[in-house]
């Protein structure tokens, strides 16, 4: 049996924005790897083995996937939202050049899946029509200093921004000081959203400025989005929208 690896996104948390390339693969496979609770998103059924591990153990379990690919399995990597921001894809490849070089053989594929950015963006228009960059806030792989210097300069850029993990109970000052530095650099009326469990039943969305914002507003489910400048609400009945124009002065 010729074995191959697919890493996928399995979207942000609705199985109505899981692609159909996913679900496909999702069926064929007969072993899916991940974290824990995105693994469990994965209905069990004859002939498929589910191996969850630890949010921390990328590296591992990513190797485990390229073994087992080799040795025959028809394997699914899996992260929510899309595999390539902040997520599994980049692991894989990781320990795909580090590692056994028979695996550089296998025949691996990704499969891409709806973002939480995307989907946070959509909830309330479209605050990423313009140029925008994304930051994972988390000081696990990187450094603050170097999470610092790129808020300073994409603030400076005038780009809308987009945050990934921006506040876990283990590191809640990394949060405080980034609206501090947002505030000082963006000024007090600069909007921003705070997108929770977008396309769950859990789904909470505001929108307000960095002046009335407060850590205690994200969570590590939460999906932020600044502003630029040029980023536009629109008042109506019911939620605002807020949008981006497409051109800049």
Not at 58 to 80: D, K, T
Not at 123 to 136: R, T
């Amino acid at each position: 049996m010729s074995g191959w690896l697919k890493i996928v996104g399995l979207g942000p948390g609705s199985e109505a924005m899981v692609t159909p390339e996913v679900t496909a693969a999702l069926l064929d496979a007969t072993d899916v790897v991940g974290y824990v609770p995105y693994v469990n998103r994965v209905a069990p059924r004859a002939g498929l083995v589910r191996h969850g591990s630890d949010n921390r153990e990328e590296i591992r379990r990513a190797e485990q996937a390229l073994q087992l690919a080799l040795e025959g399995h028809r394997v699914v990597v899996v992260s929510s939202g899309d595999p390539g921001v902040f997520a599994m894809a980049a692991a894989v490849f990781e320990a795909l050049e580090a590692g056994d070089a028979q695996w550089r053989a296998l025949d691996i594929q990704v499969l891409p899946g709806i973002s939480a950015m995307l989907a946070a963006s959509a909830s309330v228009g479209a605050p990423l029509g313009h140029d925008f960059c994304c930051i994972n806030l988390s000081d696990n792989l990187k450094p603050w200093a170097l999470i610092e210097k790129r808020l300073r300069l994409a603030a400076e850029a005038d780009f809308a921004m987009a945050f990934y993990n921006p506040r876990s109970k283990a590191r809640p000052a990394g949060f405080e000081r980034t609206l501090d530095v947002l505030q000082e650099a963006c000024g007090p009326d600069r909007l921003i959203i705070f997108a929770r469990a977008v396309s769950t039943p859990e789904e909470s969305v505001r929108v307000t400025t960095l002046g009335e914002a407060t850590p205690d507003m994200a969570d590590m489910r939460t999906l932020v989005i600044v502003g630029s400048q040029q980023t536009r609400l629109i008042e109506r009945s019911g939620s605002p929208l807020v949008y981006t124009p497409r051109s800049a002065d």
